[in-house]
């Protein structure tokens, strides 16, 4: 298994809503990571997680809310989001902290948010 | 600061027309180098990379890049390009533990 996989595809959710993003990897990668790509840019790092502990929290605001349950699992719980938080969610993973090596990427999660 | 520089923000180029994307980065006598493609709505999807070695790296889907320290470029190329190579490229360094792309440049195949 060489993928990350990431669920759901397509998300609408209201501001008041609660939803989670899920991304799954099954390649043994001990690092794993959400960006945020909005229209016709280069993703943006948000978290970094290094053996399931956070490393990296990009100054992401406190309405994404990550958590990595075991070393296959990353979500991003989402609460009270603005419409400016529509884009696509990236998932990504690599065998060892830091990312030289390259990373997997999901396909992504399409969020918008009405 | 550090920075990755895409100068070409879009590429139209014909069906079976040769293809060179630019990339230009900014930091690192040795730096690690990435080319990504992204095709619309999907993930990035990892071309080549490049961290030692021989300055000619091959890639999948027959995309080779070229490492020139001396002009700080790593320029992606294809001989022959495919409908299907239409999409969003991205190139990237990694260094301080972080990756760093650049905007990207969207190409375009004409029949």
């Known amino acids: 298994d060489t993928e990350v996989t990431q669920t759901p595809k397509h998300l609408v959710m209201g501001m008041t809503n609660k939803k989670s993003l899920k991304c799954e990897q099954h390649?043994?990668?001990?690092?794993m990571y959400w960006y945020k790509q909005k229209a016709k840019k280069p993703p943006e790092l948000m978290f970094v997680?290094?053996?399931?502990?956070?490393?990296i929290n990009e100054s992401v605001p406190s309405r994404f809310s990550p958590e990595c349950p075991n070393s296959s699992l990353l979500n991003l719980h989402l609460h009270a989001l603005q419409p400016e938080d529509s884009a696509l969610y990236l998932c990504?993973?690599?065998?060892?902290?830091?990312?030289?090596?390259?990373?997997?990427f999901g396909s992504g999660t399409r969020l918008t948010v009405v | 600061a550090q920075s990755v520089t895409q100068p070409d923000i879009h590429i139209t180029v014909s069906e079976g027309a040769s293809l060179e994307l630019r990339c230009n980065y900014s930091?690192?006598?040795?730096?690690?180098l990435f080319w990504y493609v992204q095709s619309p709505g999907q993930g990035l999807q990892l071309l080549l990379k490049?961290?030692?070695?021989?300055?000619l790296v091959q890639g999948i889907k027959g995309f080779e890049a070229e490492f020139k320290r001396s002009q700080s470029s790593f320029n992606l190329r294809k001989p022959s390009v495919h409908w299907s190579d239409a999409a969003e490229y991205f190139c990237?360094?990694?260094?301080?533990?972080?990756?760093?792309f650049g905007s990207g440049t969207k190409l375009n195949v004409k029949p």
């Open positions: 997680y290094s053996y399931e502990k956070l490393s």
């Open positions: 930091y690192g006598a040795t730096p690690y």
């Open positions: 990237a360094e990694y260094n301080f533990n972080k990756f760093y």
């Open positions: 390649m043994g990668h001990r690092a």
């Open positions: 490049y961290f030692s070695g021989d300055t």
């Open positions: 990504a993973s690599s065998p060892l902290p830091g990312g030289a090596l390259g990373y997997t």
